[in-house]
């Protein structure tokens, strides 16, 4: 979790070994992506409020396929969140052999699942909508990253206290 455009898909994509959520230099992450690791990749689109956006499941599908569907419907919410207001934020499962576990050393106990969890950023200070879907993972260890370019040290700081809440 941390501020927009701070570099949380690309840390994502760096954990599964894949460029499989998208990644820009403005606000792309919409709603919660979770990649659960399994050998078989696959892609759920869930049903949402008002989704504008192809919603289902995707078996033996592509790094490049997960890629183009997530950034579609991710584009779409974008796009329409302001102008619908029953939209729903999206919510993705991917299946995917991500190298965090695969290449790993890691003896984790038996029946133990490990999830790796893309939330949208804050924008700014009582960003409500980005804030209730990131409230509702609070069961998990949370990196956090921000945007070390920032100048204004008082919204570094205001961000990141509100991240931690």
Same mark, same amino acid.
């Given at each position: 979790?941390?501020?927009?455009?701070?570099?949380?898909?690309?840390?994502?994509?760096?954990?599964?070994?894949?460029?499989?959520?998208?990644?820009?230099?403005?606000?792309?992450?919409?709603?919660?992506?979770?990649?659960? &690791?399994?050998?078989?990749? #696959?892609? @759920?689109?869930?049903?949402?409020?008002? $989704?504008?956006?192809? %919603?289902?499941?995707? !078996?033996?599908?592509?790094?490049?396929?997960?890629?183009?569907?997530? &950034?579609?419907?991710?584009? #779409?919410? @974008?796009?329409?969140?302001?102008?619908? $207001?029953?939209?729903? %934020?999206?919510?993705? !499962?991917?299946?995917?052999?991500?190298?965090?576990?695969?290449?790993?050393?890691?003896?984790?106990?038996?029946?133990?699942?490990?999830?790796?969890?893309?939330?949208?950023?804050?924008?700014?200070?009582?960003?409500?909508?980005?804030?209730?879907?990131?409230?509702?993972?609070?069961?998990?260890?949370?990196?956090?990253?921000?945007?070390?370019?920032?100048?204004?040290?008082?919204?570094?700081?205001?961000?990141?206290?509100?991240?931690?809440?």
């Amino acid at each position: 979790m941390g501020t927009t455009s701070s570099g949380k898909s690309t840390l994502v994509n760096l954990l599964c070994g894949a460029e499989i959520v998208p990644v820009a230099v403005s606000e792309m992450s919409a709603g919660a992506v979770t990649i659960e &690791y399994n050998e078989t990749k #696959s892609l @759920i689109i869930h049903e949402t409020p008002g $989704a504008l956006w192809e %919603c289902g499941e995707w !078996t033996g599908i592509s790094d490049e396929r997960i890629y183009e569907r997530l &950034y579609d419907v991710m584009i #779409s919410y @974008i796009d329409n969140r302001e102008k619908q $207001a029953n939209l729903a %934020c999206p919510q993705s !499962t991917i299946s995917y052999p991500f190298r965090l576990i695969k290449e790993s050393k890691l003896e984790l106990p038996r029946g133990v699942k490990v999830r790796i969890l893309d939330l949208p950023g804050l924008a700014y200070v009582g960003d409500e909508g980005n804030t209730n879907v990131i409230k509702q993972c609070r069961e998990a260890l949370c990196l956090v990253t921000y945007n070390s370019a920032e100048t204004d040290k008082e919204k570094v700081r205001s961000l990141l206290q509100e991240v931690v809440e």
